[in-house]
């Protein structure tokens, strides 16, 4: 499948496997890029000697193009930007916060710069600055989200800038990538559909935990302290959400309840741990590699793709015809 996406960033399918912090390493990204797309090593909160090791395991497991996700409210933030240039790194993503300060020294190294914006103003924003792509990312999203859906969101970016836009959150299947290319999207990001694959290396329980979710099963915390979060319901997140009704009071306990939280997550803490991850991990109830998932993603998205409307639309009906939850109950 060709896109201005794929052909920007040299990649075979349009699909980006998201920058999540703490969990997208050497392993995750290499078989990403490898089976196609294009995987993230996540920089956020990382030593500079971290970053240095997994790029340079990444670029050992795959020749094939190597983002790398960038927060830029870290505060090593310059140091990392420039890390990025001298190991070679083919694309950036940021968050939290403007890349402008990096671009000239990123265009120079031939880096392609991808922010990832919850509005359509950020959007226009960051095009004037001069960047290649942007990611619009909904509330659906794992981790640190917006307030606008991905439905909403990802049409008004298309219509406001010229450069090529990717849709993120709420995203796990060929439906979601054909439902994000009729909003005008060129390309998918995906965070939560690659939390379960053989190559994340978050502890089993944290992966368990995903895909035992129900639709139901995810939380915004931090809303009124100006850092949403969307994570799975445990007890961390429950307790949390708890005394936030009550900053006043609890801001400084929620805070040391914040600290190390996603690492004992990752570690398989899944009681005290922050569980991040987005709406759609309903949607995921196998285990599998990454190529495996792209590949299901990517015929299930041509298979869609190739129909009139009509015959999704028929589809649609079949499927729900053959849903186990419309069937006659065995008392009627």
Same mark, same amino acid.
């Given at each position: 499948?060709?896109?201005?996406?794929?052909?920007?960033?040299?990649?075979? &399918?349009?699909?980006? $496997?998201?920058?999540?912090?703490?969990i997208?390493?050497? +392993? *995750?990204?290499?078989? %990403?890029?490898?089976?196609?797309? *294009?995987?993230?090593?996540?920089?956020?909160?990382?030593?500079?000697?971290?970053?240095?090791e997994? =790029?340079?395991k990444?670029r050992?497991?795959? /020749?094939?193009?190597l983002?790398a996700?960038?927060?830029?409210? #870290?505060?090593?933030?310059? $140091? &990392?930007a420039?890390l990025?240039?001298?190991?070679?790194i #083919?694309?950036?993503?940021?968050?939290?916060?403007?890349?402008?300060?990096? *671009?000239?020294?990123?265009?120079?190294?031939?880096?392609? =710069?991808?922010?990832?914006?919850?509005?359509?103003?950020?959007?226009?924003?960051m095009?004037?600055?001069?960047?290649?792509?942007?990611?619009?990312?909904?509330?659906?999203?794992?981790?640190? =989200?917006?307030e606008?859906?991905?439905?909403?969101? %990802?049409p008004?970016?298309?219509?406001? =800038?010229?450069?090529?836009? &990717?849709?993120?959150?709420g995203?796990?299947?060929?439906?979601? @990538?054909?439902?994000a290319?009729? !909003?005008?999207?060129?390309?998918?990001?995906m965070?939560?559909?690659f939390?379960?694959?053989?190559?994340?290396? %978050?502890?089993?329980?944290?992966? #368990?935990? %995903?895909?035992?979710?129900?639709? +139901?099963?995810?939380?915004? @915390?931090?809303?009124? /302290?100006?850092?949403?979060?969307?994570? *799975?319901?445990?007890?961390?997140?429950?307790?949390?959400k708890?005394?936030?009704?009550d !900053?006043?009071?609890?801001? #400084?306990?929620?805070?040391?309840?914040?600290?190390?939280a996603?690492?004992?997550?990752?570690?398989?803490?899944?009681?005290?741990?922050?569980?991040?991850?987005?709406?759609?991990?309903?949607l995921?109830?196998e285990?599998?590699?990454?190529?495996? &998932?792209?590949d299901? !993603?990517?015929?299930?998205?041509?298979?869609?793709?190739?129909?009139s409307?009509?015959?999704?639309a028929?589809?649609? /009906? $079949?499927?729900?015809?053959?849903?186990?939850? /419309?069937?006659?109950s +065995?008392?009627?």
């Amino acid at each position: 499948m060709k896109t201005r996406i794929t052909e920007l960033l040299g990649i075979e &399918v349009p699909i980006i $496997q998201g920058g999540m912090a703490r969990i997208a390493d050497a +392993s *995750l990204a290499a078989a %990403v890029s490898e089976a196609g797309g *294009l995987g993230i090593i996540a920089c956020g909160g990382a030593s500079l000697e971290w970053i240095e090791e997994q =790029v340079s395991k990444a670029r050992s497991l795959t /020749s094939k193009p190597l983002g790398a996700n960038v927060m830029l409210m #870290d505060p090593q933030a310059p $140091q &990392v930007a420039e890390l990025l240039c001298t190991l070679g790194i #083919d694309v950036v993503t940021t968050g939290a916060g403007s890349p402008g300060d990096y *671009l000239p020294m990123w265009k120079e190294a031939g880096i392609k =710069v991808m922010p990832v914006v919850a509005t359509t103003a950020q959007a226009k924003r960051m095009e004037r600055l001069g960047v290649d792509a942007i990611v619009a990312e909904g509330t659906e999203s794992g981790g640190h =989200v917006g307030e606008l859906t991905t439905m909403a969101l %990802v049409p008004a970016v298309c219509e406001t =800038v010229s450069i090529p836009v &990717v849709a993120a959150g709420g995203i796990a299947d060929g439906r979601g @990538i054909c439902a994000a290319f009729a !909003l005008g999207a060129e390309g998918v990001q995906m965070g939560t559909r690659f939390l379960t694959v053989a190559e994340c290396s %978050v502890a089993q329980a944290y992966k #368990d935990f %995903v895909i035992k979710a129900k639709d +139901s099963d995810t939380l915004v @915390i931090g809303r009124g /302290s100006g850092h949403p979060v969307r994570c *799975l319901k445990n007890k961390f997140s429950r307790q949390v959400k708890k005394l936030e009704a009550d !900053l006043d009071a609890h801001g #400084d306990e929620i805070e040391q309840m914040h600290l190390g939280a996603l690492r004992r997550a990752v570690s398989g803490d899944v009681e005290q741990g922050n569980i991040m991850a987005g709406q759609v991990a309903a949607l995921i109830s196998e285990y599998k590699t990454a190529a495996e &998932v792209i590949d299901e !993603l990517m015929t299930e998205a041509c298979a869609l793709g190739a129909l009139s409307l009509q015959e999704v639309a028929d589809l649609n /009906s $079949q499927r729900g015809r053959l849903c186990p939850s /419309s069937s006659p109950s +065995s008392e009627e």
